[in-house]
């Protein structure tokens, strides 16, 4: 089993900047990737940015260039800075992981959710 614990939501003003940070912990894991995903108010949830094991990263287009995330791999943390806010990015933040576990020799492939962290950007 693996925890998320998400931190660093909060109410701010458009253009301004925002850092969100996300944890893993557990025992018999390793990373493949990790990020951000977001869900708006009647709206399904979208992928923000995602970093792999090996640091590519990937982005929605409608925050390239605003926002950027990073990883620590020795404190097993995701990072997400949020930049140039604008009312549109206004939702819930939820990390991800998608993990490769290992339980009694079997390996297998999982994801996990955190329970997310509520980014509100006024205007």
């Known amino acids: 089993q693996v925890q998320l614990v998400e931190s660093g939501g909060g109410l701010v003003q458009a253009g301004e900047s925002l850092r969100l940070s996300c944890a893993a912990s557990?025992?018999?894991?390793?990373?493949?990737?990790m990020g951000w995903y977001r869900q708006a108010p009647g709206k399904q949830r979208e992928l923000v940015a995602r970093i792999t094991s090996g640091g590519v990263t990937n982005y929605a287009d409608s925050v390239k260039g605003r926002f950027t995330i990073s990883r620590d791999n020795a404190k097993i943390m995701v990072y997400l800075y949020l930049d140039s806010l604008k009312p549109e990015d206004t939702g819930v933040y939820y990390c991800h992981a998608e993990v490769t576990e290992w339980l009694t020799g079997v390996y297998s492939i999982e994801a996990y959710w955190g329970q997310g962290t509520q980014v509100t950007v006024s205007s």
């Open positions: 557990g025992s018999g894991f390793s990373i493949n990737s």
